[in-house]
C-alpha cells in the first residue's frame, strides 16, 4: 500500500505533510478543528466532514455558503459511493423566460441575482450522508460552525483578499441581502477583524433541529421562497420541496497503477480522466517533472479533454453521448495521437460516438475516507443572501445555455453543467487517496497535474500541492505560476504557448487537499497536506 514517495523533493512552501491516523484537510484552520472535534467525540470521518462543511460556509463566505451545491466520493469502509448534490433549474425556467427578460441575444442566463440560482444542495448532502454514514447525531456536527457564527472569529489573509475583491463588484454589492451580510461597516473586514454572521446561526440551528427539513420544507425554504418572489426569482416552495440528492456510481479510469474516481456528469470530473486517458500513451515517468516536455504533453492533453468536455457534458438525461463513449480506450488512443510534441495547437471538440469552491477530505483509522466539495461558484455566487437567515445562494444557473441546440440548454428540473469536482484515487480495488483542488476550470486541471506529480514523478502530496502550476484558458492560451522555472516557461512558449506569468493565491492556480493512506489506518494512518494557496490546514491526531 505504501507508495514509494521521493520526501526529500520539495518545493518552497509554508507547509510540512502531516501524518496521523484520524485526519481532516481543509482551507481554514477552524473548519479543520471542527472535522476533529467530531473525530474526537468517536464520530467517523463523515461526521468530521459535515462538521468541517458546515464551519466553512461561515469561514469562507467568498467561496460557499448555506446555499452551495455539494458533491461527495466517500469508501465506506467497503465500497465507493458517490453523492451529485447540484441542484436543479427552478419549474418556471425555460429559454423563453431568459428571453423574454434578458432578450433574444442572451446565450446563458444572468451571472448574478435570483435569475442565476438554482435550487441549493449543500445541506441536503449533509442530510444524505449523515444518515446513510455518519454515528453522531446530525445536530452535533452543526455545533462547532453555529458557535463560530454567533462568537465570530478573524478574518484570515487569503479570505480577506477575496471578500475586498467581491466588495468592489456592484454586480455583487447591489443585489439584495449581500451588503447588510458581507459589508459590515459598509466595507469587507480586514485581516484580523471579527466577522459574525448571527442571522446563518439561527438557519444552522433550525437545520440541526429538523435534520434539514426546515431548509427544504419548512421556515428556511419559506424564507427562501418569499425573498425570490420579491425580487422577481421564479424559485419556490414547490421547487425546495421536490428537491432530493442522488446517490451516483462514479466513474474512472486506470492510470500508472491506480483508478482514479470521478462524478459522472453534470460535472466536469470526465475532463481528468479524458486527459489522464490521452497520457497514459506517453512516457511522462522518464521525463523531468518540471521540464517543458511534461508540461507541454500535460497542456495538451487538457485541451483535448475540455474540447470534448465543454461541448458533450450536461445532465446525465440529455447527454447524446455518454461517460463510456468519452472515455473509450481506442477514442483516446486516437485523441492522443493529434498532440504534436512540437507545437501548441488550438484543439476542437472529437467524435466519440465512432468508438468557483471549498474542497476538504476527512479520514479515520477505521478506513472510512470522505472526498466532498461544495461550493457558491464565482466566489460570493448569485449575490443574493436571504436576509434574517443568512443563506448565501450559488448562482449555478449561469452555467446553462440559452442554445437551442446545447445538450446544456436550460429546462425546468434540469442540472447545469457544472464544475466542482471531488475526486478518489484507488490501487488494485483498495482506497489510496480521496484528494480535491478548488477553482473553477482549474479542478480537472489540478487533479491531472498532482496525480502526475504523485503516481509520475514519486512526489509526495505535499510536494504536489506546492509545486508550481499552469492553468489553460483557451485557443493557445495558458497562465503559469511565477515560481514556474524561467526555462520552462520560455520553453513552452517556444512550442507556441501564449504564456502568461503571475501569482494568485486563490482560485487561478487551485487550492487541494490530500489525504493518502500509508497502510492500515489503524495502525501506519495517513499522510495529509493542504494547499499553501489557501489559509488551510491538515489536522491530525
Known sequence: MNHAFDWSAGYPSQRVPVFGRNVVSTSHPLAAQAGLRMLWKGGNAVDAAIAAAAAMTIVEPCSNGLGSDAFAILWDGTKLHGLNASGVAPQGWTPEYFRAKCGDDARVPPKRGWDSVTVPGAVSAWVALSERFGSLPFADLLEPAIEIAERGYAVPWVVRQKWAMAAALPELTDQPGFAEAFLPNGRAPEVGELFRFPAAARTLRLIAESHGEAFYRGEVAQAIAAHAKAHGGAMTMADLAAWRPEWVEPIGRDYAGHRLHEIPPNGQGIAALIALGILSHFDLAGMKADGVEAQHLQIEAMKLAFADT????????????????????????????????????????????????????????????????????????????????????????????????????????????????????????????????????????????????????????????????????????????????????????????????????????????????????????????????????????
Open 310 to 541: 465543454y461541448r458533450y457534458v450536461s445532465d446525465a438525461r440529455s447527454m447524446e453521448v455518454t461517460p463510456a463513449q468519452m472515455l473509450d480506450d481506442e477514442y483516446l488512443f486516437q485523441r492522443a495521437k493529434l498532440i504534436d510534441r512540437r507545437r501548441a495547437q488550438d484543439f476542437g471538440a472529437g467524435n466519440p460516438v465512432k468508438g468557483g469552491t471549498i474542497y476538504l477530505t476527512a479520514a479515520d483509522e477505521r478506513g472510512m475516507m470522505v472526498s466532498f466539495i461544495q461550493s457558491n461558484y464565482m466566489g460570493f455566487g448569485s449575490g443574493v443572501v436571504v436576509p434574517g437567515y443568512g443563506v448565501s445562494l450559488q448562482n449555478r444557473g449561469h452555467g446553462f445555455s440559452l442554445r437551442a441546440g446545447s445538450p446544456n440548454v436550460v429546462a425546468p428540473g434540469k442540472r447545469p453543467f457544472h464544475t466542482i469536482i471531488p475526486a478518489f484515487l484507488t490501487k488494485d480495488g483498495k482506497p489510496q487517496m480521496s484528494f480535491g483542488v478548488m477553482g473553477g476550470n482549474m479542478q480537472p486541471q489540478g487533479h491531472l497535474q498532482t496525480l502526475v506529480r504523485l503516481l509520475d514523478f514519486r512526489q509526495e502530496p505535499q510536494a504536489a500541492c506546492d509545486a508550481p502550476r499552469w492553468r489553460f484558458n483557451q485557443g493557445l492560451s495558458i497562465n503559469v505560476e511565477a515560481t514556474m522555472p524561467a526555462a520552462t516557461r520560455e520553453g513552452l512558449r517556444a512550442l507556441g504557448h501564449q504564456v502568461e506569468s503571475f501569482q494568485d493565491s486563490y482560485q487561478d492556480f487551485g487550492a487541494g487537499q490530500f489525504i493518502w493512506r500509508l497502510g492500515d489506518p489503524a495502525v501506519q494512518g495517513y499522510v495529509a497536506a493542504s494547499d499553501p494557496r489557501r489559509d488551510g490546514l491538515a489536522a491530525a491526531f
